[in-house]
């Protein structure tokens, strides 16, 4: 990935044109917020978006510019209308990218749109050039408390971290490096998030203010997390949210048995087998994280299988569904993968 460019004052960002679809988006200060103006042409069976039902729609309009009505159940809109206009107000410091729904959503992912952005107030924020609507994050630099750090192909260009973190952080992109088939461009913030603690998108990762107390858990817990799903997630798609997130903490887990002693790895790991034990509501998550660490030492037995693995299905070129992960897994291990999700093995949980 290159490394994504800032674009100038009231500059258009689109995508390759996908299908007929359009989505327009219009940023423009006001008094104590934002003014969103969308413009979205649906050519699809049903315009329905995922959209947060606590905000206040000004006006809906057909291509007639015609008011038209719509429907809101829970976090759905839903317009009876192929070209549809909508303007609303969003108040304080702007955050526009998922996990928030503060712009609707398409909710059938399966059809493309061709996406561009005017903001008349460039100076007062931070985005990325995205290509798809879901992975478009819009931040204020209100919410920025500082950089972090940028990686410019895979090379670590500026920092304020310590001499000692950047020194790790450079053993990890080296380890980063050998997995992914493309070049690691991104710039890292702290930042006033609260959705979560840390958040990755394509050329950007957001880090929560709150987890920079101890820096080095900072780093290992959740910046190589969110540097995983540069590749693992953004890069390399999964429908699958489960899937996703267990491979790339069993990345994480991976690198920390590489870098520290069995000790401390035991002990990362024993979090996942505690988790499951529990049985709490992330059981299957965690559990997840460990069938795929017993899948790498019992079948594949080297990082470079790991790779391969990784190289194929990214030259897929769609999205890795549970169903065909299963299906590769068989055919090249003889594993059961969904089965080893379901079930119970020793050899799964044992952490000794």
Not at 237 to 255: A, P, R, V
Not at 287 to 299: A, M, P, R, T
Not at 331 to 339: K, R, S, T, V
Not at 343 to 350: Q, R, S
């Amino acid at each position: 990935m290159n490394c994504l460019p800032l674009l100038k004052k009231n500059a258009k960002m689109s995508s390759l044109h996908v299908n007929s679809s359009r989505y327009n988006l219009n940023l423009e200060r006001i008094c104590k917020g934002w003014l969103i103006k969308l413009e979205i042409d649906c050519r699809v069976p049903s315009c329905r978006f995922e959209f947060d039902k606590a905000i206040k729609i000004v006006e809906v309009m057909n291509e007639k510019m015609e008011r038209i009505d719509y429907n809101r159940d829970e976090d759905i809109l839903c317009v009876d209308a192929n070209k549809i206009y909508i303007e609303y107000r969003l108040e304080g410091f702007l955050f526009l990218a998922k996990p928030a729904l503060n712009i609707p959503y398409p909710e059938n992912r399966e059809f493309g749109y061709e996406l561009s952005v005017e903001i008349n107030n460039f100076d007062e924020i931070i985005f990325n050039n995205a290509s798809n609507i879901y992975n478009l994050i819009i931040i204020d630099k209100g919410l920025i408390r500082s950089e972090v750090c940028e990686i410019r192909n895979n090379i670590l260009i500026k920092s304020k971290l310590s001499k000692q973190l950047n020194g790790k952080l450079i053993n990890f992109l080296q380890f980063y490096n050998y997995f992914s088939d493309s070049q690691l461009n991104v710039r890292v913030y702290e930042a006033n998030v609260e959705y979560a603690l840390g958040l990755s998108y394509p050329g950007l990762i957001l880090l929560n203010t709150k987890i920079f107390k101890n820096q080095l858990f900072m780093l290992y817990k959740y910046l190589i997390h969110e540097l995983v799903h540069q590749y693992i997630g953004l890069k390399l798609k999964f429908s699958n949210e489960l899937l996703c997130e267990s491979i790339t903490e069993f990345m994480q887990l991976l690198y920390i048995r590489e870098c520290f002693d069995d000790n401390v790895y035991k002990a990362y790991k024993k979090s996942y087998v505690r988790a499951v034990e529990l049985c709490n509501d992330e059981h299957l998550f965690n559990k997840g994280v460990l069938v795929w660490e017993y899948i790498f030492d019992f079948h594949m037995q080297n990082k470079m299988n790991l790779r391969n693995l990784f190289i194929y299905l990214y030259g897929l070129k769609k999205e890795i569904t549970m169903e065909l992960m299963n299906q590769l897994l068989k055919e090249q291990y003889n594993i059961d993968y969904l089965a080893l999700l379901r079930g119970c093995n020793n050899k799964i949980l044992n952490v000794n």
